[in-house]
T-cell receptor, first 113, second 113 residues
Framework: ELKVEQNPLFLSMQEGKNYTIYCNYS?????LYWYRQDPGKSLESLFV?????AVKQEGRLMASLDTKARLSTLHITAAVHDLSATYFC?????????????FGEGTQLTVNP | ETGVTQTPRHLVMGMTNKKSLKCEQH?????MYWYKQSAKKPLELMFV???????ENNSVPSRFSPECPNSSHLFLHLHTLQPEDSALYLC????????????FGEGSWLTVV
């Protein structure tokens, strides 16, 4: 059974600081997704990582994937309040009929002024 | 606007009621999904439809009955639910080829009383 573990589950940080969210998974996977969810809202796709060593950046967020270690990281640079949200990683098992995602528990990020 | 629209956004139903959740995607995708988000558990995949055919039923109780009449619409029919079924139900869609980012709807908040 595929398991996905995120840590930390709760993260409170000050504006301007850097931090990293970790996502470990238990079995080989085709792809790794990162999503953002604001309270009462849907999941917003941030990154899709497809191969070992993949790195993607968007604004203050950078995601990376190490398939050998079964680890993905989401690095936050110089956090701002607008980044406060819950961040999920999800491991995708790809089949011709579509992708099945197994999600981590989510990391609730609060950025304080 | 995510391209995936769910109705109703909020639903309260009794345990003996029958109701349906509706999902419509405007992205030209050919795979659609139902996920369940409970307060104390990670997001769980319930059903996968590819080209209008159900290709996965993730051990979901029969009181949940999906229907996919065409590639743009997906329903989740609900009957004789239990209070523990109260959750956020998220519809998603994707292509079955390429990078296949999965896009989520805003969700339907279900409360079973």
């Amino acid at each position: 059974e595929l398991k996905v573990e995120q840590n930390p589950l709760f993260l409170s940080m000050q504006e301007g600081k850097n931090y990293t969210i970790y996502c470990n998974y238990s079995t080989t996977s085709d792809r790794l997704y990162w999503y953002r969810q604001d309270p009462g809202k849907s999941l917003e796709s941030l990154f899709v990582l497809l191969s070992n060593g993949a790195v993607k950046q968007e604004g203050r967020l950078m995601a990376s994937l190490d398939t050998k270690a079964r680890l993905s990281t989401l690095h936050i640079t110089a956090a701002v309040h607008d980044l406060s949200a819950t961040y999920f990683c999800a491991v995708g098992i790809w089949e011709t009929s579509g992708s099945r995602l197994t999600f981590g528990e989510g990391t609730q990020l609060t950025v304080n002024p | 606007e995510t391209g995936v629209t769910q109705t109703p956004r909020h639903l309260v139903m009794g345990m003996t009621n029958k109701k349906s959740l509706k999902c419509e995607q405007h992205l030209g995708h050919n795979a659609m999904y139902w996920y369940k988000q409970s307060a104390k558990k990670p997001l769980e995949l319930m059903f996968v439809y590819s080209l209008e055919e159900r290709v996965e039923n993730n051990s979901v109780p029969s009181r949940f009955s999906p229907e996919c009449p065409n590639s743009s619409h997906l329903f989740l029919h609900l009957h004789t639910l239990q209070p523990e079924d109260s959750a956020l139900y998220l519809c998603a869609s994707s292509l079955t080829t390429g990078i296949a980012t999965i896009y989520f709807g805003e969700g339907s908040w279900l409360t079973v009383v």
